[in-house]
């Protein structure tokens, strides 16, 4: 029997390694996979929480979280292609107009 | 056994995903974070949850993952890994996750979450997960169940609007 | 200042629109460019945007070779050019130079170069059907093709001694007289060839991917395909009637009684169908010229030294590809002046971009298929 | 003890079953090369033993002695994972496929849904191998390969709903069991059309090869590729087809059950079924032309798609009112 301390610190860790991911890099698509993962880890939460209290509301939930997260894939990625469509550029901080 | 095979999936996940928000190239970052849903399908078997790891190996890694290669592949990677790769920000991060970190385990320290519930199966005499979930999720979810779909209806859309080369009006 | 910053931002905005285009080189080793061929295709995703062709890889002077050798001396070079229809080259060249001279070719040889002349147009569109259908992917055609072009070689093979460069003729008629056996096995050949027709048929014209895969796909109208020059089973597609063996009759073509199929659309099945039309109609001309053979002589009267008068002509044939001209400037010596092919091959291949331009990647393979080519008469 | 003897049970039968997988794919290709030679009126392989029977290992022995290419371009990494990647899946997938009712490595009750997350994982080898290769004729092949894969993995997964309603269970064995009296194909007719259109589309398969058409991408993603790691890639699509028929076989025709007025072992069954499925796989391939990238996606979200809602439908409601 796996404790739940573990689910626990192992969904912290991976959700502050995204969290890092998303504010230290430039790259818009890591930012995106670093979403990702943060999802991710949250779901680790979840599933251990559903393991221990015999719940299936957390595996529920995890299945909502996954449909939050293609949809995000999906709209995030769109916004991607139509910027770099329209100028040939990946990084965060130079997107900074509201307005092209 | 099971919590070799534990800290087996957790280190590979946490390896994976630190190497992941390093990579310059894109692509490897995305065939990383692919790694990482594995080992992550790995551990929900552990915590008894397979019919999600079949859904997470199969929606995530198989679509979403697919999607973001794919449109990582109509980019110019090339121009991408020859820029600068981080913010300036960095340190501070750095000391907000260390503190976040350190916060956490103080935190998990201190709480007693006492002996685990044991399962139990109202469907049949086959405890089964797929039934279980099933049932919960189309009884008592099934109105929060409905609205993910209509997010899902409306992302498909807003995406479709997002690409598209030119909207005809 | 406003106003010219706004518009250098328009215009900014209007060049950097739209993604990279992708570039690709088909070609010239491609499974599908038939031979040689480069295509340069400016791609956007999947759409052709722009196309090029490179040609000149089998380039092989064939013009100024014509400039250093004697007429007679010619003929075995022109089964180079369009290899897969050698007897039709050969026919080209030979009625080309006997416009300088009022010679009366017999009968019997007239009847023979027709049949000789259908029989390499069937082992043409059996070739053309074969890769056609291979690059859309029905690969069982390609062999039953081949098994039928097989046959037509072994004719050659039995009248003239050669399988695929058969230098067939002679100026003057032919070089001696075909063997019966080869009248024979003629008559054999045409009976089965119908019902191998009906084979090729059943699994293409109605397949609905077939269908799907050539109708309304390079589409190119009479009016475009005229002004690009387009001849043979392109324009006849397009819906022009126009065929040289009606237009300006050569060897035994007056005499016989056949149909010129055209199409509606002009899209890639209709000239599928012209091309099926023809090998059926090819059949039948090759049975009335059976059924009317005559006798006598195949060779008439001609010089020990071919000299044509001084002048110039074009003469041109209705080859399996389309037009196959010949244009002879003679100084009145033993050689010509200049030799100028007009290929077929290299003139469709002109409508090319035409017929690609909006279409997609598996369509250009497609469309290179209908037309066509031959990269020996195209380079020359 | 007694858990190191199921492992070494097990480990037995992986072994087993991951050897004669790689043997019957290579015949595979065999009877597949000997099939279309006959249908195009010519012999196939004649020269390595009797009517070539030996030809497969001697294909093998050449690949495996071929000089190893790697393009000066490409990325190293990904270009030696990807035949990694498209051949693991494939074989995993054995892991839970029932052969007969007494013959399988393990069966675990989402069984059917293992399979289809794990033969999803295929096409992650191809985007590799299409992008690593830094050419573009891979990388056309492999874009084109995943939205086909991708698109046609919905309708494979929609398909198999209304089997499983019936069925009311992911077990494969269950499944198998739910078919003693009547072959599923009979009460689910639609669903088995989406199923094996899509089922000739995910393995890439005539008229929906166009991942790997020769004619216009030159071979597609794996162009670049040759020796063992070009042998991955074909063991791997052929593998991939004896899941997918083995699935179709389990869904649809019961398994390893036959009739029960022939008394056959169920392996034999299984095998008989598995060669039919096979033969119109190749069948179709010596018959048909190729669809083009945007009819092959139209055929499948304007047909396919409502087909396999309405199939669902129907099943649903049929299965309410009479059972």
Known sequence: MIPMTHFLVLGAVLFLIGAMGVLMRRNAIIILLSIELMLNAVNVTFVGFSRHLADMTGQVFAIFVITVAACEAAVGLAILIALNRDRTMVNVDEINLLKW | ?169 | MVGVANTSRIEQQSTLHGTEELVINMGPQHPSTHGVLRVILKLDGETVNDLDCDIGYLHRGTEKIGENITYTMFIPYTDRLDYIAAPSNNLAWVTAVEKFFDWEIPMRAQYIRSMVGELSRIASHLLWLATHALDIGAMTVFLWCFREREMVLDLFETAFGGRLTVNAFRLGGLHEDVPDKFLQLTQEFIDIFPSRIDDYETLLTNNRIWLQRTRDVGIISAEDAMDLGLTGPIIRGSGVRWDLRRAKPYAAYPYLDFVVPVGENGDIYDRYLVRIEELRQSTRIIQQCLDQLPGGPVTCKTPRTIKPPEGEIYHSIENPKGEFGFYIVSDGTTTPYRVRIRPPSFINLGGLKKLCIGQLVADVVAIIGSIDIVLGECDR | MDMALEVAVAAIKIFIVVNVVQLVVAYMIYVERKVIAHAQLRLGPMRVGWHGLLQPIADGLKLFFKEDIIPDKADRVVFVLAPVMVLVPALVVYAVLPFSATFYITQINIGLFFVLAISSLGVFGVVMAGWASNSKYSLLGALRSAAQMLSYEIFLGFSVIGPLMLAGSLNLQEIVHAQRDVWFVFYQPLAFIVFFVAALAETNRVPFDLPEAETELVAGFHTEYSGMKFAFFFLAEYASMMVISTIGIVLFFGGWEGPDFIPLPGFVWYCLKLGAFMFVFIWLRATLPRYRYDQLMRVGWKFMFPLVMLNIFLTGFLKYLFL
Do not use: C, D
């Open chain 2, 1 to 169: 056994m099971e919590i070799y095979f534990f800290y087996m999936f957790a280190g590979g996940m946490i390896l994976t995903s630190l190497l992941m928000i390093t990579r310059a190239n894109v692509i490897h970052a995305a065939l990383l974070l692919v790694l990482t849903f594995f080992f992550l399908a790995g551990v929900f078997v552990l915590a008894g949850a397979e019919f999600l790891a079949a859904v997470q190996i199969l929606l995530y890694a198989g679509g979403i993952m697919v999607l973001y290669l794919f449109s990582i592949m109509l980019m110019n990677v090339e121009v991408a890994v020859r820029m600068r790769q981080w913010h300036r920000q960095g340190v501070v991060v750095l000391v907000a996750a260390v503190l976040l970190g350190l916060e956490i385990w103080a935190v998990l320290g201190e709480v007693e979450f006492g002996a685990p519930k044991q399962w139990e199966w109202s469907l049949g005499a086959t405890p089964g997960n797929v039934e279980a979930l099933g049932a919960v999720l189309y009884t008592k979810f099934l109105f929060p169940f409905e609205v993910a779909s209509i997010l899902l209806l409306a992302s498909m859309i807003g995406a479709i609007v997002l690409a598209k080369r030119t909207i005809e009006r």
